[in-house]
């Protein structure tokens, strides 16, 4: 079993920043996938970006240029350094612990950042 912790959200004003954190523990496999997705409000859950463990990432296109994921495998965390944020990127983000070949995914329970206009 994975468990995973995420931290970080909270309120901040359009052009602000925050910085997510996500801390898996328990049977963490070595050769996995970390990273974020998101859900607002009556909207399906999307990418926001994900990271391998050498160094190999995928983002969302709301989030390109704005958004960095990074790592600290030895911790086996994951951060988000979200910065310009924008009221649309409201949302609960959710840490992902993804194993390749395996199944299943593990999902934290959430972090709330809300932007405000």
């Known amino acids: 079993q994975v468990q995973l912790v995420e931290s970080g959200g909270g309120l901040v004003q359009a052009g602000g920043s925050l910085r997510l954190s996500c801390a898996a523990s328990g049977t963490v496999s070595s050769l996995n996938v970390m990273g974020w997705y998101r859900q607002a409000p009556e909207k399906q859950r999307e990418l926001v970006a994900t990271m391998t463990r050498n160094g190999i990432t995928n983002y969302g296109d709301s989030v390109k240029g704005r958004f960095t994921i990074s790592r600290e495998n030895a911790k086996n965390t994951v951060y988000l350094q979200m910065n310009s944020l924008k009221p649309e990127d409201t949302a609960i983000y959710y840490c992902?612990?993804?194993?390749?070949?395996?199944?299943?995914?593990?999902w934290g329970k959430g972090t709330l950042v809300t932007v405000s206009s």
């Open positions: 992902v612990f993804r194993r390749p070949t395996m199944n299943p995914d593990y």
